[in-house]
């Protein structure tokens, strides 16, 4: 069940990014983010039925989406600015365990 994020990278402020999140099973779903200094926190939730939620700092930049036939995650990352920097995991909201994450720079 281990999941394995990917798509990080350096980006300029105003950028964009697509992270993709890779398991074996996908249910109800999260990416978190941390960053430096920070508490880890969500920053995207999608459930099984496709309901969608998001933290006030990315709403309407970020859009969180799922491929069920193929057991993947995505995140698109828009406007993005330097406080968006941190590392990006993927979470499977009903299994207790943290896969490997993906790290976001936003240069201003």
């Known amino acids: 069940v281990q999941l394995q994020a990917s798509g990080g990278g350096l980006v300029q402020a105003g950028g964009s990014l697509t992270l993709s999140c890779a398991g074996s099973t996908i249910s109800d779903m999260a990416w978190y983010r941390q960053s430096p200094l920070k508490d880890r926190e969500m920053v995207a939730t999608i459930f099984s039925g496709g309901n969608t939620n998001y933290a006030d700092s990315v709403k309407g930049r970020f859009i969180i989406s799922r491929d069920d036939p193929n057991n993947m995650l995505y995140l698109y990352l828009n406007s993005l600015k330097p406080e968006d920097t941190g590392v990006y995991y993927c979470?499977?909201?009903?299994?207790?365990?943290w896969g490997r994450g993906t790290l976001v720079t936003v240069s201003s």
């Open positions: 979470k499977n909201l009903l299994i207790d365990s």
